[in-house]
């Protein structure tokens, strides 16, 4: 039998809400929270294109120069944007909402992005949707599959946090542990750099331990629950090396790949024995990995092992989701436009922004 072809309205056709209907949804997404310009755009839920400027000038500075990293934010959003646009076939005019981080981070570079988002949407006539920088590192596992069922253990290991966070929904965290000082990037960024490797120190301590064996040990910090330490740790791997040092000027050269292993694995066995005991203690059989920490090979190695051994499910997004970018920023916001849930433009910033607990 021939089904006949429904003609519709005309003015049905032209009218908005048939247009929102029917057309695609384009969700524009942007990380600015610090030393990475990002952009992403989503389409029906997802990700078709994902553009991260990353700022290699801090490396001069040994470390994030704030006033320096608004300034490029300055000069690269709207190229960092327009190529994540063209990459993904978008028109600005086909834009249905903004995401963009509104902390926590450093306020300069927060302040570019965020204002960026702001103008566009109120220029465009769209909904600016605000993205909580850590929740997004979470959610960050939701951009591909597979994807973790609930309930589930996430480990967020950053430049600036360290957490242990139980997801029980998209909504639903519980924060039972963090770091009372440095975070476990900072441990890799701080230590590295007594090694003389550039900023940020971790990927170096990475490739080098790969070359090494852990052959010296540094103290661990011995705190209970499940929170974390490392300062301890940096103080016990500087008086180490200036001790070393003052018998042999040359022992960093001549040991480098030694002690690069010999830092991974303190830092990597620490977060494991925390992950393992948190599984335990709350009966979850799944975790997760976020932050730029988690492009560590030692602990993804380390972490996988204890899962084929253990018996829990892991989960690790791609390195390209695990660093800062907006593709996460985008998952984050899609989920909350997709509940109806929009920022005012009264908003502003907050670098010490924390909305999940
Ligand atoms: O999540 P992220 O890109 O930015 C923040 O929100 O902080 O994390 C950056 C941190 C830096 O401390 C960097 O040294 C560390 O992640 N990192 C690594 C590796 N790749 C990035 N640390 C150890 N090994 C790596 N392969
Ligand atoms: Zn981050």
Known sequence: MEIPLVVADEKILK??????????????????SCDDTGAAVFTNGQL???????????????GVVPEVASRRHLEAILPVVKKAL????????????????????????????????????????????????????????????????????????SG??????????????????????DAAGEAFDKTGKLLGLPYPAGPHVDREAQQGSPIFSFSTANIPGHDFSFSGF???VLYFLREQI???????????????????????????????????????????????????????????????????????PKISYCTDNAAMIGMAGYIDWKNGKFSSFDLAPDPRLRSMY
């Open 15 to 32: 009218s908005k809400h048939y247009v929102c209907a029917k057309m695609p949804d384009h969700l524009l997404a942007i990380e600015s």
């Open 48 to 62: 078709a294109s994902n553009v991260v400027f990353s700022q290699l000038v801090h490396e001069l500075y040994g």
């Open 86 to 157: 063209q990459e993904a076939s978008v028109d600005k005019s086909d834009l249905t909402a903004i995401a963009c981080t509104r902390g926590p981070g450093l306020m300069g570079s927060l302040m570019v992005g965020y204002t960026f988002a702001k103008s566009l949407a109120k220029a465009l006539g769209l909904p600016l949707i605000s993205v909580d920088h850590m929740k997004a590192h979470i959610l960050a596992h939701f951009i591909e599959e597979p994807k973790p069922a609930f309930p589930f253990l996430c480990l967020t290991v």
């Open 160 to 181: 600036g946090h360290t957490q242990l966070v139980i997801v029980r929904g998209f909504d639903h965290f519980e924060l039972v542990g963090s770091t009372l000082d």
């Open 234 to 236: 940096k103080t016990s």
């Open 246 to 316: 003052a018998k042999n000027e040359n022992f960093v050269a001549e040991n480098l790949a030694n002690l690069c292993a010999s830092i991974q694995d303190n830092i990597v066995q620490t977060l494991v024995d925390k992950c393992l005991v948190a599984l335990q203690q709350y009966s979850i059989s799944t975790l997760a990995v976020a932050g730029g920490v988690s492009a560590n090979s030692g602990l993804r190695k380390a972490l996988q092992e204890e899962a084929s051994q253990l018996g829990f499910e892991l989960y690790i």
